[in-house]
């Protein structure tokens, strides 16, 4: 087979990664897909730096073994705390979600205020803010941390009241900051879209960092000449470290359809 033949290898801690599986499949719908959501281990956003560079490497090793011609790591987190390294260590390219939807923020914000929303871990990471501040300077950037969003995403509670007093709560400061626009900065909080959009109003630009990476994708798949060509059979596989049927469960709900492949798989396997 040929390396333009080979899947792309797509890995979150959960459900979150699908948002960018999403984006990916619409953008390169002849492309092969192999996801990986490390459940049992889900959430990454409240570890230390070391532990999540740690499930990173594990979670690149299981996917790269799988013979792919290319990663996005579809985790905020992981690819705040683990990108770089990553990307040094693979021969593939290795794409994360910072940079991509950085670059995207920068280019929509008018008044150069921008929020950004994450896990824990991203936020006090400061991976948004040095990135965007490494496109412009003088930049006014609100961050919040939102943990409580990314087991509401897990649970499937996408229009649930509870999931809109949260969002509510957390966004307050950066509705009053009047923020132009919105780095969702982890990969679940798209699934929460509906609630997210009621909340801060449609005067705000959204950067869905599942579709910033897809475009971003595309161009480096087509510059290293590994865009598969022609509209052959694509296949799908998923793979995931706990109960394959809770992940089903909301997967087939954010996806609007069902999913065939699906492995529960042990990672320190390997
Ligand atoms: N979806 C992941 C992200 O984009 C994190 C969720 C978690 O805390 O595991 O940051």
């Known amino acids: 087979m040929s390396e333009s033949e080979l899947p792309i290898g797509i890995f979150d801690s959960g459900v979150g990664g699908l948002t960018v599986f999403r984006a990916i499949e619409r953008r390169l719908p002849n492309e092969s897909l192999i996801y990986l959501g490390d459940t049992a281990r889900i959430p990454y956003g409240i570890r230390s730096p070391s532990t999540v560079h740690r499930y990173a490497f594990e979670d690149a090793a299981f996917i790269k073994a799988k013979r792919v011609k290319a990663i996005a790591i579809a985790c905020n987190t992981a690819s705040a705390l683990a990108s770089e390294d990553l990307a040094r260590e693979y021969s593939i390219p ?42 412009r300077s003088g930049l006014d950037i609100i961050s919040r941390a939102c943990p409580l969003l990314v087991p509401l995403a897990e649970e499937g509670w996408l229009n649930h009241p509870v999931t809109q007093q949260v969002v509510e709560e957390y966004l307050q400061d950066l509705k009053e900051a009047a923020v132009d626009t919105l780095v969702l900065g982890c990969t679940h909080y798209p699934i929460l879209r509906p609630v997210i959009d009621q909340v801060m109003g449609n005067s705000v630009r959204f950067v869905d960092s599942g579709e910033a990476v897809a475009d971003e994708l595309a161009e480096m798949l087509e510059s290293n000449q590994l865009l598969k060509r022609g509209a052959g059979r694509r296949s799908e596989q998923f793979y995931v470290t706990d109960s394959a049927s809770r992940f089903k469960r909301v997967a087939e709900l954010f996806l609007g359809r069902p999913i065939d492949h699906l492995e529960t798989v042990e990672l320190g396997a390997l």
């Open 94 to 135: 290795v794409l994360g979600v910072i940079e991509p939807g950085s670059r995207r923020a920068v280019r929509l914000t008018s008044v150069g205020r921008i929020g950004v929303i994450g896990t824990e871990a991203t936020i006090a990471s400061h991976a948004y803010e040095k990135a965007m501040f490494s496109i």
